[in-house]
């Protein structure tokens, strides 16, 4: 298999992968991997054009940072970061994918996947923080259009503004109340 096939079939998964937290919690219709994370490259990538930082770079931090859960599955965040054992398999996930892909794509992988990681850079902190936001706002949506019982919005808004350290973003979030 050639490497663009790796990539596309890396893809279809996280398109066919539907988030656990919304599954768990009988959202009808929930988003998928994949859009997640389309929503949060398109976010990642104009707030950081605004604030003067690398909107390339932060879009292609927001398309790998759950690239593995093509291979591992989708974990909740509480799961994930309790986990141990899933941090391994996500490692160990990153390592094949790279492997399928090999070269300077899959080196590109693996330099984003760790700059993501271990929060090295500007980019990658602002990524990790509207992560946050982007999953209060989803969560805001799918109340509002009568796709998650009440409390759902408060619940997921809640949990991002303990995590949300950007003043900035942290206010967004809070009109959104």
């Known amino acids: 298999m050639s490497w663009i096939d790796a990539a596309f079939s890396l ?3 996280l398109k066919e992968l539907k988030r656990e937290g919304w599954v768990r919690r009988g959202v009808r219709r929930p988003e998928s991997v994949a859009d ?3 929503s949060l490259a398109l976010l990642s990538m104009l707030v950081a054009a605004d604030r003067g930082l ?3 770079k932060t879009a292609a931090l927001a398309v790998v940072h759950d690239l593995a859960e093509a291979l591992t599955g989708d974990l909740t965040p509480s799961e994930k970061k ?3 054992d899933y941090r391994d398999e996500e490692q160990k996930a990153i390592q094949e994918i790279v492997y399928r892909i090999q070269g300077r794509a899959g080196n590109l992988i693996l330099q984003l996947y760790s700059e993501y990681s271990s929060q090295s850079s500007e980019e990658a902190r602002l990524v990790k923080e509207l992560d946050k936001l982007e999953m209060a706002l989803q969560a805001i949506a799918y109340e509002r259009e009568g796709r ?3 409390g759902l919005a408060e619940e997921f808004t809640q949990s991002a503004l303990k995590e949300i350290t950007d003043p ?3 206010r967004k979030l809070q009109a959104k109340q």
């Open 82 to 84: 309790t986990n141990q």
């Open 148 to 150: 998650a019982g009440r």
């Open 54 to 56: 690398d909107p390339y």
């Open 168 to 170: 900035e973003i942290k």
């Open 36 to 38: 997640h994370s389309y």
């Open 11 to 13: 893809g279809a998964a």
